[in-house]
């Protein structure tokens, strides 16, 4: 097809010459003007490594942070798609990284792939009747979280089929029957398919549940995903409702810059479960949408609690910080095809005005 997935990107990208230091501070900021535009005070940074964890300090040491960023180590080795070297020192520097707004006491893991590129483990082959591997036997991955787990660290899985779900559930029950439950934070993200009997494991499990809204809506990717593993799996993609039904915790993300990092295009989107551009159009799940009370909450107390913040932000109360936002509009008293029509007026982070709307 002329393209290159996953690790295969590695035979151009290897040749491209890194940005030098001052390029990537300027970007981190960039970005921080990007997040502060729509409202966002506090977000989990995936994947890095020691040079960027480091620079993200920078960032810090210089007052630059416009938002609480806790960043997930990931020191990966791309051919095998695995943690192999590396993360033992990575732990140990992260000591010295934290700030005032930035620490990095998550470790990111990936499982598998994406089901469009059929690079996603499944627990039943795609429609041609191949599978994809996970990145890790179950051995490995139980080895693997059971350290994590003992060194209090949050593990950040990445896992998008059902198989790799599985896997992580079962490596996280693991770590937590080995070294019993501590509060580390657990979390998966993603979730694109989650076989009913795994559902429940959620909440039994402790491990919070990060959707990533805004791709919960049949856009072109889900008719791709039709042919790959037919309609009667896609109709249970994203099983939000059915998550917090079962007592799991719900996390609202991005993925950005995959997608939108406007938190309104996803909340819309998880209470509507349609495309946010158009009043009507086709659903995508049976009784998986969410309320808008709920929504707010993935990405708001819920969240805070996620990145261990809920003692100083996430929710209105005296003696936390001022972390708070101002919309045009009260969401509550809208339809829901309007909700991502807002817009943010104003962001303080810790008080301090970070963005602010010309016409505000």
């Given at each position: 097809?002329?393209?290159?997935?996953?690790?295969?990107?590695?035979?151009?990208?290897?040749?491209?010459?890194?940005?030098?230091?001052?390029?990537?501070?300027?970007?981190?900021?960039?970005?921080?003007?990007?997040?502060?535009?729509?409202?966002?005070?506090?977000y989990?940074?995936?994947?890095?490594?020691?040079?960027?964890?480091?620079?993200?300090?920078?960032?810090?040491?210089?007052?630059?942070?416009?938002?609480?960023v806790l960043?997930?180590?990931?020191?990966?080795?791309?051919?095998?798609?695995?943690?192999?070297?590396?993360?033992?020192?990575?732990?140990?520097?992260?000591?010295?990284?934290?700030?005032?707004?930035?620490?990095a006491?998550?470790?990111?893991?990936?499982?598998?792939?994406?089901?469009?590129?059929?690079?996603?483990?499944?627990?039943?082959?795609?429609?041609?009747?191949?599978?994809?591997?996970?990145?890790?036997?179950?051995?490995?991955?139980?080895?693997?979280?059971?350290?994590?787990?003992?060194?209090?660290?949050?593990?950040?899985?990445h896992?998008?089929?059902?198989?790799?779900?599985?896997?992580?559930?079962?490596?996280?029950?693991?770590?937590?029957?080995?070294?019993?439950?501590?509060?580390?934070?657990?979390?998966?993200?993603?979730?694109?398919?989650?076989?009913?009997?795994?559902?429940?494991?959620?909440?039994?499990?402790?491990?919070?549940?990060?959707?990533?809204?805004?791709?919960?809506?049949?856009?072109?990717?889900?008719?791709?995903?039709?042919?790959?593993?037919?309609?009667?799996?896609?109709?249970?993609?994203?099983?939000?409702?059915?998550?917090?039904?079962?007592?799991?915790?719900l996390?609202?993300?991005?993925?950005?810059?995959?997608?939108?990092?406007?938190?309104?295009?996803?909340?819309?989107?998880l209470?509507?479960?349609?495309?946010?551009?158009?009043?009507?159009?086709?659903?995508?799940?049976?009784?998986?949408?969410?309320?808008?009370?709920?929504?707010?909450?993935?990405?708001?107390?819920?969240?805070?609690?996620?990145?261990?913040?809920?003692?100083?932000?996430?929710?209105?109360?005296?003696?936390?910080?001022?972390?708070?936002?101002?919309?045009?509009?009260?969401?509550?008293?809208?339809?829901?095809?309007?909700?991502?029509?807002?817009?943010?007026?104003?962001?303080?982070?810790?008080?301090?005005?970070?963005?602010?709307?010309?016409?505000?």
């Amino acid at each position: 097809t002329g393209t290159l997935r996953d690790a295969a990107m590695e035979l151009v990208s290897r040749h491209i010459p890194e940005d030098d230091d001052d390029a990537v501070l300027a970007g981190i900021e960039r970005g921080l003007q990007e997040a502060s535009q729509f409202g966002i005070t506090a977000y989990i940074e995936p994947g890095l490594d020691e040079r960027y964890a480091q620079l993200y300090a920078e960032t810090d040491r210089r007052d630059a942070l416009t938002a609480r960023v806790l960043g997930s180590l990931s020191p990966l080795a791309w051919h095998a798609g695995q943690i192999k070297d590396g993360l033992d020192d990575l732990l140990e520097k992260r000591k010295g990284w934290r700030g005032r707004m930035f620490r990095a006491d998550s470790v990111k893991v990936y499982i598998d792939g994406v089901i469009e590129t059929k690079t996603s483990n499944m627990l039943a082959p795609y429609s041609d009747g191949s599978n994809f591997p996970a990145f890790y036997t179950a051995a490995a991955l139980n080895a693997l979280y059971e350290k994590l787990h003992k060194e209090g660290v949050q593990i950040h899985t990445h896992a998008i089929g059902d198989g790799a779900i599985r896997l992580a559930l079962d490596a996280y029950e693991h770590a937590r029957d080995k070294a019993g439950p501590l509060d580390n934070r657990h979390h998966i993200v993603h979730l694109q398919l989650i076989d009913e009997a795994d559902i429940p494991r959620f909440g039994e499990l402790g491990v919070a549940a990060s959707f990533q809204g805004a791709w919960a809506y049949p856009d072109e990717y889900i008719y791709i995903a039709n042919e790959l593993v037919g309609e009667e799996r896609v109709q249970k993609f994203y099983p939000v409702a059915s998550i917090q039904r079962s007592g799991g915790m719900l996390v609202g993300g991005s993925d950005w810059d995959v997608s939108s990092l406007n938190p309104l295009d996803a909340i819309e989107i998880l209470v509507r479960r349609r495309d946010p551009d158009t009043s009507s159009g086709p659903e995508l799940g049976e009784n998986e949408q969410i309320d808008l009370d709920t929504a707010l909450r993935a990405y708001t107390v819920n969240a805070a609690h996620l990145m261990g913040l809920e003692k100083i932000s996430g929710t209105i109360e005296i003696g936390k910080r001022a972390d708070l936002i101002v919309i045009d509009r009260d969401l509550y008293s809208l339809p829901a095809t309007d909700i991502n029509a807002a817009h943010v007026q104003l962001t303080l982070v810790d008080g301090r005005e970070v963005f602010r709307s010309p016409d505000f």
